[in-house]
């Protein structure tokens, strides 16, 4: 019971911090707003550990977060083959064709009533359709590479990143589309220069929601045929032959990976969004 006690007075300690910075002048500031997550983080961690090995809980149903960590320092070259075959093939290349795809077909919706009427409600049906009842059918067509994953992930990241772009440049008011009107403005100059800034903020909003559903789909795609690489097969053999301190390894990468990519898009909505409302008082 050791290991508990010293997770519960861990807890405990970081509890008593976070009160602390909270209730300090400099609770706003960027070093505290940056201290507070990663407490937080190490206090799961530690209650993990402590738990784990307080109770002796079986490494088959849960390993301790130190046997994870010694999991993945042994197998750095397996997890960078299956984070290249998953993220940098199947979710990089399937979410650049969905999102670019998904942008030109709002442009085209926006344009043309008949396909406002006609594509959305067929977007709508395919957004519909489960995903595990999709992976198969494209693996078969596709092929057990990451081609067929890479479509998983165009099904997957089209619809939200279609919807959010076409209420996107629908946001600009009847006023400011009159005053382009006034300048003698064209579609394209008023497409460019009034609708599609006025459009980032949904546009990015979009690319986010697809940047989390991009590792997913990849990952649920190799679960119905994978060559013998890729996180999803890795998961899923591992579950088999209870190697699960290598599952919660794969996790972390894909953990990393999403949180990485996620980031990044937010980087670059931060600098092109930087006058919209959201992004004011962010330091």
Not at 6 to 16: E, S, Y
Not at 159 to 171: A, D
Request: glycine share 8%; with cysteine.
């Amino acid at each position: 019971m050791m290991w508990v006690i010293i997770a519960l007075v861990f807890w405990l300690a970081a509890w008593a911090v976070n009160v602390a910075l909270a209730r300090s002048r400099y609770h706003d500031t960027k070093l505290v707003r940056l201290i507070v997550p990663l407490l937080f983080g190490a206090t799961l961690l530690v209650l993990w550990e402590g738990l784990v090995r307080g109770f002796s809980v079986s490494p088959v149903i849960l390993p301790a977060p130190s046997v994870v960590a010694q999991t993945f320092a042994n197998s750095t070259d397996i997890l960078w083959v299956d984070f290249t075959q998953t993220v940098l093939k199947g979710a990089v290349s399937g979410y650049a064709i969905g999102c670019l795809s998904a942008f030109i077909a709002a442009i085209a919706i926006d344009r043309s009533a008949f396909l406002t009427r006609g594509l959305l409600p067929i977007g709508n049906f395919v957004a519909a359709l489960p995903i595990v009842g999709i992976a198969p059918i494209l693996v078969s067509w596709f092929g057990f590479d990451w081609h067929s994953k890479a479509a998983v992930v165009v099904v997957m990241v089209f619809f939200p990143m279609l919807v959010n772009t076409v209420q996107g440049l629908r946001e600009t008011d009847q006023m400011q589309r009159d005053l382009m009107h006034t300048y003698a403005a064209g579609y394209v100059t008023t497409l460019t220069k009034l609708r599609l800034p006025a459009a980032m903020p949904f546009v990015f909003n979009g690319l986010k929601i697809a940047a989390t559903l991009a590792l997913i789909g990849a990952i649920v795609a190799e679960y119905f045929g994978s060559p013998t690489r890729g996180m999803g097969f890795r998961i899923s053999t591992g579950v088999g032959s209870l190697s699960i301190d290598l599952v919660w390894a794969e996790i972390f990468v894909a953990a990393l990976a999403g949180s990485g990519f996620y980031g990044a898009v937010a980087l670059i909505e931060r600098a092109v969004t930087f006058w919209h409302p959201s992004q004011r008082g962010r330091a």
